[in-house]
């Protein structure tokens, strides 16, 4: 095995898979190595909803074909208390357990030419750059959550959300839906049930966690207790989806780092992608559109230096598009996070959406992608917010 690589990505989830598409892609003749510490094909917890623009981010680098045999979901249905919308989305939405998706995407990146090495990194040296044995010229972090990357630079995590997801049989008013149940104290919380189409729904509960540096994140008496234990969100999943666990197997519970305007692209020689940057939207808990769109950015800044040999201009060409992408998206979804603290708001979105399709879509695009909070919804929320429901 060699020890000197042009790029070595720590995690192979969609951010490190699609981090050597994106560097492969630009130029297939650098050695890239991806770490792991787990054998593919393996579990994370998630809820697997798969928007389908990350489709189109992999269609662009030539990736297609992941879903030709799966069943996508049309309908996304959305309550808190009575109050129901329940429509068609614009485009449908995909449910792929994390086993599937994510090895068939790390196996994309294998045929593109990428290195697997089954490897749990410990120790970052910067200069000159070494993880652990490897040296590398560029390094990317995408370790997801926890990233021991991330660590290594000194970047401290941003606020956080913890979520418990399980398998249970899909009841039959639940086929074909992608069902999100608010929670009716704490905000943002929720409990879904997403059908995977092959008779199995994918269920869960989560909620943020009160910020670890102030308690900004805290709207209610009840944030300040300490996190949740799994009893506790099992409870709130019952709570809010009665007899939704019923028959449910392989419960798995994990942190969402939520991503803030202001996130690290990390230091030198080193980027940051996915869960190891902090980028899950704070409204929704979905990461995976993030994770592959800076994934493949990070990758293609990765080539850029490698080939130009500017290692100075690495960090900020990432930044860069990065921000071109999803600057102002994030700046949106850190508003509509704070604004969806109110249950008045959420409410008056759920009616919004019901009463128009068009808010439906971009409320769709603002919590699945980079969409952004938009003149209709603003207007919407305007208007059921100054009436009261019949
Ligand atoms: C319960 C729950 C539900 C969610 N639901 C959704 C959803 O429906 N849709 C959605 O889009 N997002 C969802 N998310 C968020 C989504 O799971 C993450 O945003 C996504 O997995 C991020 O991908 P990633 O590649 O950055 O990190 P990960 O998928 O976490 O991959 C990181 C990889 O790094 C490896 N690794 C970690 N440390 C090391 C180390 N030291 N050495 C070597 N390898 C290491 C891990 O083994 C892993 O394979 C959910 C999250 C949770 C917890």
Redesign the pocket.
């Known amino acids: 095995m060699r020890s000197q690589w042009d790029v070595v990505i ?9 981090a050597a598409l994106g560097v492969l892609r630009a130029d297939p003749s650098l050695a890239v190595a991806l ?4 054998d ?1 094909p ?1 579990d ?8 389908p623009h ?1 489709f189109d981010l992999l269609a662009d680098v030539g990736v297609t074909g992941l879903t030709d045999d799966l069943i996508p979901v049309r309908r996304l249905q959305l309550q808190r208390g009575p109050l129901a919308v329940g429509r068609e989305m614009a485009r449908p939405a995909w ?1 792929i357990p ?1 086993t599937v998706f ?1 090895h068939r995407l790390l196996l994309a990146a294998l045929d593109a030419g990428a290195t697997l090495i089954r ?4 120790s970052l040296q910067l200069d000159p750059l070494r993880v652990d044995d490897l040296e590398a010229k560029v390094l990317v972090g ?8 991330r660590r290594m630079l000194g970047v401290r995590p941003g606020p956080m ?5 399980g398998y249970a049989p899909t009841p039959p008013d639940r086929a074909g839906v992608q069902l999100i149940v608010f929670g009716t104290n704490r905000q943002p919380s929720y409990a ?1 049930s ?1 059908d995977r189409g092959d008779g199995l729904a ?1 269920i ?1 509960y ?1 909620e943020s966690l009160p910020d670890a540096r102030s308690d900004r994140w805290s709207d209610t008496r009840s944030d300040r207790r300490p996190r949740p234990t799994r009893r506790e969100l099992l409870s709130q999943l019952d709570r809010l989806l009665p007899g939704a666990a019923e028959g449910a197997t392989d419960w ?5 780092p939520l991503a803030v305007p202001s996130w690290r692209a990390g230091e030198g020689r080193v980027l940051l ?5 902090g ?3 704070p409204m ?8 592959v769109a800076t ?1 493949l950015l990070a990758g293609q800044a990765a080539a850029e230096a490698v080939r130009s040999g500017d290692f100075a201009r690495l960090v900020p060409r990432y930044r860069r598009a990065s921000r071109a992408l999803l600057g102002k998206h994030f700046r949106h979804t850190a508003l509509s996070a704070r604004l969806c603290r109110s249950g008045k708001v959420l409410d008056a979105g759920i009616r919004a959406a019901a009463a128009d399709q068009r808010v439906f879509d971009d409320l769709v695009e603002l919590g ?1 992608a980079n969409g952004r909070i938009t003149p209709a919804t603003i207007r919407g929320l305007a208007t059921h917010l100054r009436t009261r429901p019949s």
């Open positions: 720590v995690g192979a989830g969609p951010a490190g898979a699609a770490l792991d510490r787990d593919f393996r994370k917890s998630c809820g697997d909803g798969i928007a990350v449910v994390r994510d490897h749990r990194v410990r995408a370790d997801g959550a926890h990233s021991v990357v959300a913890l979520a418990i997801r879904w997403f994918n869960g989560g798995r519970a994990h942190h969402l992608a996915g869960d190891a940057a980028l899950v939207n929704t808990g979905e990461g995976i559109y993030y994770a994934g699945l």
